[in-house]
């Protein structure tokens, strides 16, 4: 953690205030521990419990695409009822939804529980993300959100941890589920609510956005798809391939450890040099990296390892890569437009990616999941290579944004256009 500790400290001294946000960024390191603990689990114990591999990658499907239809519809709730009563509201949802998945083991009852879980998980992450745009300042904003995607990535790494405390089988990780979903309401309740400044967004159609950023549209769809292969399907992959379960949760922590590090570096990298190089370099770095967790599935654990950890720490930066040459493409008062586009078309790949990805392991065995998202990287490196360089605009905007299926980018614009919108209706 000593990486994130300097960078917080280097923040700091550059004008960044993190005492506003300290409960906030606690209450978002529990949920995503209970978050990062479940998913996993939920696929261990599916395994344990003889789920065929489409019904497991049809249960992670489910959970993308609650996710994606509530960062759609639920802005709205927020602006009725203020970012708290939606935060503490979700968080009960989804704690009674991880107990619920003890009463009823079979698939198709899980599929459900993800569908609702994601939903409830995307009210949480806007109330969230939303308050924490709120505190920052246009000249911090960048850096107060890598420093919460830095949070994000290092709670759901630790949170693959959490799986060796009991066996998937009892009902003891449930429990802690459930407790640690419902922790993250305490310290969150205790700050005063602040919502954004109202500020004025035009809608960008989804042709428009196509037309007018072709690579950023393609980008976050192929990182949708090739990612979120991984996010469904990673835990199967490593099950499938003989880890144990201490195995699984050091496979998938690699992973998630090689985003934390490698994040805000890219990040870095992309404001200094054109975007398109560095989709194309972040891109094929992740497809070796793929290629190499295919070949080292019977290699020594610490190789498949190294592997998973450079294939996240390249793959899953993507999208909001993605999202800075949209940015750039784009006039900023379309930015509230820019970020649902580009939400949808990921969403839409990552609650596909499982079930191409599951495909891909029946049809070639444990490493098609890797060679499927190989494939695609390669494809979406060739086609930044091919691009224009994106314009960047006369004034830097905050493009180190989170990315994760978690996370998504400019939802405090969203809510104050919800208000905008209700309010000229009056």
Not at 376 to 405: C, E, F, H, N, W
Request: charged share 10%; hydrophobic share 55%; proline share 5%.
């Amino acid at each position: 953690m000593s990486q994130a500790m300097d960078t917080v400290r280097s923040s700091s001294k550059r004008g960044l205030a993190l005492a506003p946000v300290a409960a906030l960024l606690l209450s978002v390191a529990a949920l995503l521990l209970g978050n990062g603990l479940l998913g996993t689990l939920l696929i261990v114990r599916a395994g344990q419990e003889g789920f065929s591999s489409g019904a497991i990658s049809a249960m992670m499907s489910f959970y993308f695409t609650g996710f994606t239809i509530g960062a759609l519809v639920l802005p709205r709730i927020i602006v009725s009822v203020g970012h708290v009563r939606t935060f503490a509201g979700f968080a009960a949802i989804a704690s009674m939804a991880a107990l619920v998945h003890v009463a009823f083991v079979e698939p198709i009852a899980w599929m459900s529980l993800r569908l609702l879980t994601g939903f409830a998980y995307a009210g949480m992450i806007l109330a969230a993300e939303s308050w924490l745009n709120a505190h920052a300042l246009p000249s911090t904003r960048g850096q107060l959100l890598s420093i919460f995607g830095v949070v994000s990535m290092g709670s759901w790494a630790i949170g693959q941890a959490l799986l060796n405390i009991a066996p998937p089988a009892d009902v003891t990780l449930f429990l802690i589920v459930s407790m640690l979903i419902s922790a993250a309401v305490v310290p969150i309740t205790l700050l005063p609510s602040h919502p954004p400044p109202q500020v004025v967004q035009e809608r960008v159609a989804f042709r428009d956005l196509i037309l007018a950023s072709p690579l950023a549209a393609a980008g976050a769809f192929l990182a949708g798809l090739a990612i979120g292969g991984f996010w469904g399907m990673g835990p199967n992959f490593a099950q499938k391939i003989g880890l144990d379960v201490e195995g699984i949760s050091a496979f998938m922590a690699a992973v998630l450890g090689g985003t934390f590090a490698l994040q805000w570096p890219i990040g870095w990298l992309s404001d200094r040099v054109s975007r398109n190089l560095v989709i194309a370099g972040a891109a094929l770095a992740s497809a070796a990296a793929a290629i190499g967790v295919a070949l080292a599935v019977e290699a020594p654990l610490p190789l498949l390892l190294a592997a998973g950890a450079l294939f996240g720490g390249f793959g899953i930066p993507i999208y909001s890569l993605c999202l800075a040459v949209a940015n750039d493409d784009l006039p900023a008062g379309r930015l509230l437009g820019t970020a649902r586009g580009l939400l949808l078309l990921n969403g839409i790949g990552t609650a596909a990616g499982p079930l191409i990805g599951g495909t891909a392991m029946a049809i070639v065995g444990p490493r098609g999941l890797f060679l499927y998202a190989a494939a695609l990287l390669t494809i979406l490196a060739v086609l930044a290579i091919a691009s224009r360089q994106a314009r960047r605009p006369s004034q830097g905007k905050a493009t180190r944004s989170p990315s994760t299926p978690m996370i998504t980018a400019s939802l405090d614009t969203m809510i104050c256009a919800q208000k905008q919108t209700r309010g000229s209706r009056h």
